[in-house]
T-cell receptor, first 115, second 116 residues
Framework: EAQVTQNPRYLITVTGKKLTVTCSQN?????MSWYRQDPGLGLRQIYY???????DKGDVPEGYKVSRKEKRNFPLILESPSPNQTSLYFC??????????????FGEGSRLTVL | AQTVTQSQPEMSVQEAETVTLSCTYD???????LFWYKQPPSRQMILVIR??????QNATENRFSVNFQKAAKSFSLKISDSQLGDAAMYFC?????????????FGKGTKLTVNP
């Protein structure tokens, strides 16, 4: 089954304790991206990757890191989480333009709470 | 930069009735995609319908249809014969068709309530 898998789905942590949210897709997609969703703000892009070893900042990258060492995986790293990073996080993937129907495939979301 | 505006934070509809959710967008590009995503209480993002800008015909998926007005930069979603399961947050989104610009730009969402 074609899917984007995120883990963990729920996490409560404390300020400053490093954490990683994993994302994996099995559709051989070049493009992967992380979004955060906050009430009243919709979804905003944090980081994206056009392919292996190619990453770039989105609209709200502060406090986050990413890596793309393998095509299927795109982990999101919070080196020193703060309460303002409490949010719902989505990983998404797609083919790149020219080979794509435009649709972005989403993971099921990860609810993160930073105390 | 492209922007997407959903002017209705909340909408409600009676079961079996029809409701239209509004979306406008701003872009200088001619090649792009527009989407409506549904987010039920499970929080999953579910693609409802997709429209390619070069297509003049409005997209339709069962009870869901869009009114795409390219010149007016408007992309509204019509839900016919509303069902209780349609209750959700709905997001309008824009994606450039230009290579290297893969970002999906979202509106802030419209919360739809379906009354029995």
């Amino acid at each position: 089954e074609a899917q984007v898998t995120q883990n963990p789905r729920y996490l409560i942590t404390v300020t400053g304790k490093k954490l990683t949210v994993t994302c994996s897709q099995n559709m051989n997609h070049e493009y992967m991206s992380w979004y955060r969703q906050d009430p009243g703000l919709g979804l905003r892009q944090i980081y994206y990757s056009m392919n292996v070893e190619v990453t770039d900042k989105g609209d709200v990258p502060e406090g986050y890191k990413v890596s793309r060492k393998e095509k299927r995986n795109f982990p999101l790293i919070l080196e020193s989480p703060s309460p303002n990073q409490t949010s719902l996080y989505f990983c998404a993937s797609s083919l790149t333009s020219g080979r794509s129907t435009g649709e972005l495939f989403f993971g099921e979301g990860s609810r993160l709470t930073v105390l | 930069a492209q922007t997407v505006t959903q002017s209705q934070p909340e909408m409600s509809v009676q079961e079996a009735e029809t409701v239209t959710l509004s979306c406008t967008y701003d872009t200088s590009e001619s090649d792009y995609y527009l989407f409506w995503y549904k987010q039920p209480p499970s929080r999953q993002m579910i693609l409802v319908i997709r429209q390619e800008a070069y297509k003049q015909q409005n997209a339709t998926e069962n009870r869901f249809s869009v009114n795409f007005q390219k010149a007016a930069k408007s992309f509204s979603l019509k839900i016919s014969d509303s069902q209780l399961g349609d209750a959700a947050m709905y997001f309008c989104a824009y994606r450039s068709g230009r290579g290297g610009s893969e970002k999906l730009v979202f509106g802030k969402g419209t919360k739809l309530t379906v009354n029995p």
